[in-house]
C-alpha cells in the first residue's frame, strides 16, 4: 500500500493555470483600467462634447447688421427689418380641413396650391413639420393672413432679420450685398465662421463686413434621438423652440442659449440727392459721375450706370433676377467711377500744363503757333489738333491751350518734358495709381501713365527697338490718348489738387476715416495760371468763339473746367458725327471744380461714347452744380452758417 505521498496528485499544474489565469485577468484589468482612462481622463471632454452635441440642439439666431446712414444720419441707407414667413402645421390642423385652408392661403398669397398639398403629403409620418407656405411676404399679404386667421389653423408666422435697402438702386454699387458664404470662403477663413453665415459682398457691406456684421446668437435645447427641433417665434417675434417634428416637447438650456449682439453702425460722406441727382442725370447712358469735397476728399457722389438693387439679393423668389444681373454685359455689377478706365483725352492737359509750367518747360507767356498739324523732325505722319479744318488756333499760350483745348500746344509742351516728368506729375496728381478709396481690396483699377521703364518692363526679352521709348509716344501720351488710362475717381482727385491750394486726397466713404492730405511741389502762381485757363474755358470770352466747356457756365459762380474727347477707334469710315455707330463714338469727359462757393467741390464726368464733353458732359456739370448748391446738406449749411457768422 503505497504511502499518502507517494499518491500521484489529482490536479497536476493546476497551480500553473491558475497562476496565468490570475496574469490573464491582472492583463486584461489592466487594459480596462487604461482604457477607462482613455475615455474619462484623456479624452474626457472631447466625449462629453460629443455627447452634449447629440443631446443638445443648437439654433443660430442671425444678427442684425448694422445700421448704414448717409452724411446725415437722419437719412438711412441700409438697415435690418423683421421678415415674415408663412409655415404651416400639418398636426395642429385636421386632415379634412387642409384642402380648404390650402385653397385659402392660395387665394390670400397667390401660392401654388397643389404643390402645397403634395408637400403636406410627403410630411405625414412627421406632422409637427413646419412646412414653408411663402417667404418674406409682404405687409399686405400679412394681413391677409392675420384677418383670416380663424379660417387657417395649423398656419403660423416666423419672423426672421432681413437686410433692407432703402433707396433701391440709388448708391447700390456703393453698398454691396450680403450673400451666404461659400465652401472656398469656410475653409479659408476657418472657425470664425461656418456655413449659412451671411457675409457681405462688394461696396461697404464687403469692406467694413466685420464692423457691421455683428454676433449671431444661439437658442439651445435638449433633443431626442434624430429629433427635430421646430423654431417658431412667439407674439412678439422672439424665436422659441416648443416641440420637434414628432410633437414631443422639448426642454431649453439657457445655460447654452445667448442674445445676438447687432453690428455697428456706419456713417457715409455719401449726399443721397446728389448721389440720386447724378444717377439721374446719367440715365439710360454708361458712364460715372464722381463729386469730392476738395479739401478733405470726402466722398459726395460716386455715380456709375448701369445699376443694380442690392435688394434683389436678399430677397426670396428673384433667384432669375440675380442671374441676370451677374451674367448681363456691360455688367450692372462694377461701379465705373473707380472700375473701369479709360483713355482721359484732353482733361490731361490739366496735368500737362500744370507740370510744364512746375517744369520751366513752358511759362504763362509761352506761345506756339497752331496751324492743325504737329509736326516731329524725321517723322513724316504729321499728329492733327481737333481745330485742322480750320487752320488751327493761330498764335496760343498756355491760358488759350486750356481754354480752347488746344492739342499742338501740348504736343510742343509734352516733347520738351519728356515721358518721365509727365509720368511723375500725374501720378503725383493721382493720375494712373490707386487713390486709397475704401472699397474691398483689389477692386480699385490704377489705370496707367506710361513710362521709359513701364516700357522697357513691357519687353522684357524683346529687342532693343521693342524696348526703347519714342518721342512720337511722347506726343501721344502729351493729349491723354496712348497707353494713358484713368479713372473718373482719379479725374476728381487731380481737380480736387488744383482748386484746394495744390494738395492731394485721398477719396473716402467712411465718414470716421477723416481727411488725409498730401501737398504737393505746386506753386501758387502756377495754379493761378491754370484757374484762368479752366475759367476761360468755361466762361465768355472776348474771342468769337466761347470756351470748350462753355455749357458748364453758371452766371454768379466761378466754375473752373476742362472737355476731354476720349477716342475709341480711329476712323475716317463716317464723315459725319451722326453717322458713326455707337459702340464707335468716342467718350465724352468734363472736369470741373467750384473755386467761390463753401465747400469747393471738384468734379468728374464720363459719359461712354458720349462724342462731345462740351455738348454731352458739361451740360451734365452744370446741373448737378446747380442741384448741390441749392439743396446742401445739413451739416454743411451748419458748418457754412457758422463761418459766415460774426
Request: aromatic share 8%.
Amino acid at each position: 500500500m503505497l504511502l499518502e505521498r507517494e499518491k500521484p496528485k489529482r490536479f497536476e499544474g493546476a497551480s500553473r493555470r491558475l497562476h496565468a489565469m490570475m496574469v490573464g485577468l491582472l492583463v486584461l484589468q489592466s487594459i480596462l483600467v487604461l482604457r477607462l482612462w482613455d475615455l474619462q481622463i484623456i479624452h474626457g471632454n472631447e466625449y462629453a462634447q460629443a455627447s452634449n452635441e447629440n443631446r443638445l440642439h443648437f439654433q443660430r439666431l442671425e444678427a442684425p447688421r448694422g445700421i448704414i446712414y448717409a452724411r446725415n444720419e437722419d437719412v438711412v441707407l441700409a438697415d435690418t427689418q423683421p421678415a415674415c414667413d408663412i409655415v404651416f402645421v400639418p398636426a395642429d390642423c385636421k386632415e379634412h380641413e387642409r384642402e380648404a385652408v390650402t385653397r385659402r392661403l392660395e387665394h390670400l398669397l397667390a401660392i401654388d396650391g397643389d404643390a402645397l398639398l403634395e408637400r403636406i403629403a410627403q410630411y405625414e409620418r412627421r406632422p409637427f413639420t413646419q412646412i414653408l407656405v411663402k417667404q418674406n411676404v409682404t405687409k399686405t399679404e400679412l394681413a391677409r393672413v392675420e384677418e383670416y386667421s380663424f379660417e387657417l389653423p395649423g398656419v403660423y408666422t416666423i419672423v426672421r432679420p432681413l437686410r433692407r435697402y432703402h433707396y433701391g438702386e440709388v448708391a447700390g454699387q456703393i453698398l454691396g450685398y450680403i450673400g451666404e458664404i461659400s465652401r472656398e470662403e469656410l475653409t479659408a477663413w476657418g472657425p470664425a465662421f461656418r456655413m449659412g453665415d451671411r457675409i457681405g459682398r462688394m461696396g461697404i457691406e464687403q469692406m467694413y463686413d466685420p464692423v457691421l456684421r455683428g454676433r449671431d446668437g444661439q437658442l439651445c435645447v435638449v433633443i431626442y434621438n434624430q429629433s427635430e427641433p421646430q423654431l417658431r417665434t412667439d407674439e412678439f417675434g422672439r424665436p422659441i423652440v416648443q416641440t420637434d417634428s414628432l410633437g414631443r416637447r422639448l426642454r431649453q438650456e439657457l445655460e447654452f442659449s445667448r442674445d445676438p449682439v447687432p453690428g455697428r453702425s456706419l456713417t457715409l460722406t455719401l449726399d443721397i440727392g446728389l448721389q440720386a441727382k447724378c444717377e439721374e442725370l446719367l440715365g439710360a447712358e454708361r458712364g460715372a459721375i464722381v463729386v469730392l469735397e476738395a479739401n478733405t476728399g470726402e466722398v459726395l457722389a460716386l455715380a456709375s450706370t448701369p445699376r443694380y438693387d442690392p435688394g434683389v439679393f436678399v430677397r426670396a423668389g428673384y433667384g432669375r433676377e440675380r442671374t441676370a444681373l451677374l451674367q448681363a454685359r456691360p455688367s450692372p455689377m462694377r461701379n465705373r467711377a473707380f472700375q473701369e478706365h479709360y483713355p482721359p483725352g484732353s482733361i490731361f492737359k490739366v496735368a500737362m500744363a500744370i507740370a510744364a509750367l512746375e517744369e520751366g518747360v513752358i511759362s504763362e507767356h509761352t506761345v506756339y503757333g497752331c496751324d492743325g498739324f504737329f509736326r516731329l523732325p524725321g517723322v513724316s505722319r504729321p499728329w492733327r489738333c481737333w481745330r485742322y479744318k480750320y487752320g488751327g488756333h493761330g498764335r496760343t499760350d498756355v491760358i488759350d491751350a486750356l481754354a480752347y483745348s488746344c492739342n499742338e500746344f501740348f504736343y510742343n509742351a509734352g516733347t520738351k518734358l519728356g515721358i518721365d516728368n509727365i509720368n511723375r506729375w500725374a501720378e503725383m496728381l493721382g493720375l494712373g495709381i490707386v487713390t486709397g478709396l475704401d472699397v474691398p481690396p483689389g477692386a480699385e483699377e490704377a489705370g496707367l501713365v506710361p513710362s521709359a521703364e513701364w516700357k522697357r518692363q513691357q519687353h522684357p526679352d524683346g529687342d532693343p527697338w521693342e524696348q526703347r521709348w519714342y518721342p512720337g509716344e511722347t506726343v501721344n501720351v502729351s493729349i491723354g490718348q496712348g497707353q494713358v488710362a484713368v479713372t473718373p475717381l482719379q479725374a476728381a482727385v487731380m481737380m480736387a489738387a488744383v482748386v484746394n491750394g495744390g494738395n492731394r486726397v485721398r477719396p473716402y466713404l467712411n465718414k470716421t476715416l477723416g481727411p488725409d492730405i498730401t501737398p504737393l511741389p505746386i506753386s501758387e502762381h502756377t495754379l493761378e495760371v491754370v484757374h484762368k485757363g479752366m475759367r476761360k474755358c468755361v466762361e465768355k470770352t472776348e474771342r468769337p468763339s466761347a470756351g470748350t466747356g462753355i455749357e458748364a457756365r453758371i452766371p454768379g459762380m466761378v466754375v473752373l473746367g476742362k472737355t476731354g474727347t476720349a477716342s475709341v477707334i480711329q476712323s475716317r469710315r463716317y464723315s459725319s458725327d451722326e453717322e458713326i455707330p455707337k459702340t464707335e463714338r468716342d467718350h465724352a469727359w468734363f472736369v470741373a471744380a467750384v473755386a467761390d462757393q463753401d465747400p469747393p467741390i471738384a468734379i468728374a464726368v464720363i459719359v461712354e461714347h458720349g462724342m462731345h464733353g462740351s455738348s454731352v458732359a458739361a451740360p451734365i456739370t452744370r446741373q448737378l452744380i446747380e442741384y448741390f448748391y441749392a439743396h446742401l446738406p445739413r451739416d454743411m449749411r451748419i458748418a457754412r452758417a457758422e463761418e459766415e457768422a460774426p
